[in-house]
């Protein structure tokens, strides 16, 4: 029997991206996840006695910005070098060798696959066969597991790979293959990256992405971590998902129907905020809130969105004793049919119109999207980059964008309208 731990997408000292330009972020502590949840992967490996560890791409978010990172890296290799584990480790596209211009020596229980052709890094004991091939540029559009060898036998076959496999929602089509193209080769398992949700494709053989180490922003929800995966003496593989996140994402969506105030809305979100964190053992949370449904209470949150996010940063603040960041609140909520909106009639009403239009319309805002792509090629590639980076060519964004700018922008006619 033999144990090994299968990671990937570690993106070591990601920037998180336009992190400070929240308010009230927790900066110091988003910047040291990535090191952290890779201690985490170390540490477990090192209780856990395992034979080897697995890196699937992506341990790096681009090139250094100094060499404080590789030498972060390598301390940690340090110790799983003096605990006897071999690492192996394959370039995806965020640091593929045309990216990472630094280098550093690293310690020599570490093996780094080659990016011109694949290879075979033999373990004697146990008997394993790792195969695999490192990106050359951050574009690999081939499917590079074709050129794999076909399993050795009396060996546990296992194939490393950085892939977009069939395509994946969210991340860009590299290296793509079929499940049906991996069982080709005979290997009894294939350890994947580049997809940062942990995701099994099959388990005759297992192919599976263990997602990333650590969210990085709020399309990075839930649990993060890595496989620790174990290989009885009849070769019978089991699978273990291990969180090794230090800050975890969250979306929380508060139903507000029926609401008579705001206040009553912010209570209801506290008492969701408190499942949630009961929900994740406690861990840090950085929480997107959206509030939904009919209730008359929504003319008062358009009216004062700034004064109702505090609120709920309050109220986070409060039940969450300082281990909960609210990252953003989105008003969606509406008026009941029956209530008289007192925005209606006007200037006001037509807006109001048109936002539901678009909202509702998706060939409406795929034409809004058209008429903005001059707009948008002219804009810096920092605006573009990250998370919250402008994709005025996404039809879904234009929507997201408009349930979050709605009620900011009718708050402040309500104002102007007021303050005449």
Same mark, same amino acid.
């Given at each position: 029997?033999?144990?090994?731990?299968?990671?990937?997408?570690?993106?070591?000292?990601?920037?998180?991206?336009?992190?400070?330009?929240?308010?009230?972020?927790? $900066?110091?502590?988003?910047?040291?996840?990535?090191?952290?949840?890779?201690?985490?992967? $170390?540490?477990?490996?090192?209780?856990? @006695?395992?034979?080897?560890?697995?890196?699937?791409? +992506?341990?790096?978010?681009?090139?250094?910005?100094?060499?404080?990172?590789?030498? /972060?890296?390598?301390?940690?290799?340090?110790?799983?070098?003096?605990?006897?584990?071999? %690492?192996?480790?394959?370039?995806?596209?965020? +640091?593929?060798?045309?990216?990472?211009?630094?280098?550093?020596?690293?310690?020599?229980?570490?093996?780094?696959?080659?990016?011109?052709?694949?290879?075979?890094?033999?373990?004697?004991?146990?008997? %394993?066969?790792?195969?695999?091939?490192?990106?050359?540029?951050?574009?690999?559009?081939?499917?590079?597991?074709?050129?794999?060898?076909?399993?050795?036998?009396?060996?546990?076959?296992?194939?490393?790979?950085?892939?977009?496999?069939?395509?994946?929602?969210?991340?860009? &089509?590299?290296?793509?293959?079929?499940?049906?193209?991996?069982?080709?080769?005979?290997?009894?398992?294939?350890?994947?990256?580049?997809?940062? #949700?942990?995701?099994?494709?099959?388990?005759?053989?297992?192919?599976? /992405? &263990?997602?990333?180490?650590?969210?990085?922003?709020?399309?990075?929800?839930?649990? @993060?971590?890595?496989?620790?995966?174990?290989?009885?003496?009849?070769?019978?593989?089991?699978?273990?998902?291990?969180?090794?996140?230090? %800050?975890?994402?969250?979306?929380?969506? %508060?139903?507000?129907?029926?609401? #008579?105030?705001?206040?009553?809305?912010?209570?209801?979100?506290?008492?969701?905020?408190?499942?949630?964190?009961?929900?994740?053992?406690?861990?840090?949370?950085?929480?997107?809130?959206?509030?939904?449904?009919?209730?008359?209470?929504?003319?008062?949150?358009?009216?004062?969105?700034?004064?109702?996010?505090?609120?709920?940063?309050?109220?986070?603040?409060?039940?969450?004793?300082?281990?909960?960041?609210?990252?953003?609140?989105?008003?969606?909520?509406?008026?009941?049919? +029956?209530?008289?909106?007192?925005?209606?009639?006007?200037?006001?009403?037509?807006?109001?119109?048109? /936002?539901?239009?678009?909202?509702?319309?998706?060939?409406?805002?795929?034409?809004?999207?058209?008429?903005?792509?001059?707009?948008?090629?002219?804009?810096?590639?920092?605006?573009?980059?990250?998370?919250?980076?402008?994709?005025?060519?996404?039809?879904?964004?234009?929507?997201?964008?408009?349930?979050? $700018?709605? &009620?900011?922008?009718?708050?402040?006619?309500?104002?102007?309208?007021?303050?005449?």
């Amino acid at each position: 029997m033999f144990k090994f731990i299968h990671t990937a997408d570690i993106h070591l000292d990601s920037p998180m991206h336009k992190l400070d330009t929240y308010d009230g972020a927790p $900066v110091e502590e988003f910047r040291l996840s990535t090191r952290r949840a890779l201690e985490n992967v $170390v540490d477990l490996a090192v209780s856990e @006695k395992v034979s080897f560890v697995l890196i699937s791409g +992506d341990l790096y978010d681009g090139d250094w910005k100094d060499y404080n990172t590789g030498l /972060f890296f390598i301390s940690r290799m340090n110790l799983l070098r003096d605990a006897g584990i071999p %690492v192996y480790i394959i370039a995806g596209n965020h +640091d593929a060798a045309s990216t990472i211009t630094r280098s550093l020596k690293l310690p020599e229980n570490v093996t780094v696959f080659s990016s011109s052709r694949p290879e075979t890094r033999i373990l004697h004991d146990p008997p %394993v066969a790792v195969h695999g091939k490192s990106f050359a540029s951050p574009a690999e559009k081939k499917d590079l597991s074709y050129d794999y060898p076909a399993s050795l036998p009396g060996m546990f076959n296992i194939g490393m790979l950085h892939t977009c496999a069939t395509g994946r929602p969210g991340h860009d &089509p590299y290296a793509p293959c079929t499940p049906a193209g991996l069982r080709e080769k005979g290997y009894q398992y294939w350890a994947l990256g580049h997809v940062h #949700q942990y995701e099994v494709l099959s388990e005759d053989p297992w192919i599976v /992405f &263990p997602g990333n180490t650590q969210g990085r922003h709020i399309r990075e929800t839930g649990p @993060k971590g890595c496989l620790l995966n174990t290989v009885d003496d009849s070769s019978y593989l089991s699978i273990e998902f291990r969180p090794t996140d230090v %800050v975890r994402w969250s979306m929380i969506s %508060v139903d507000a129907g029926g609401a #008579q105030d705001p206040y009553e809305i912010v209570d209801w979100f506290s008492d969701s905020l408190e499942s949630e964190i009961a929900e994740q053992n406690g861990i840090p949370l950085a929480v997107r809130v959206e509030i939904k449904g009919e209730t008359e209470a929504a003319g008062e949150l358009a009216a004062e969105p700034e004064r109702w996010t505090g609120e709920m940063r309050a109220a986070a603040m409060e039940t969450g004793g300082g281990r909960v960041w609210v990252e953003k609140v989105i008003f969606s909520c509406r008026l009941p049919a +029956d209530v008289q909106d007192p925005r209606s009639g006007g200037a006001m009403e037509e807006l109001l119109s048109l /936002f539901e239009e678009l909202a509702e319309d998706t060939d409406a805002r795929r034409e809004l999207t058209e008429e903005l792509s001059d707009f948008y090629r002219k804009l810096p590639r920092e605006l573009k980059e990250g998370p919250d980076g402008i994709r005025c060519e996404d039809p879904d964004w234009i929507g997201e964008l408009l349930k979050q $700018v709605r &009620p900011e922008l009718i708050g402040r006619l309500m104002r102007k309208e007021e303050g005449k």
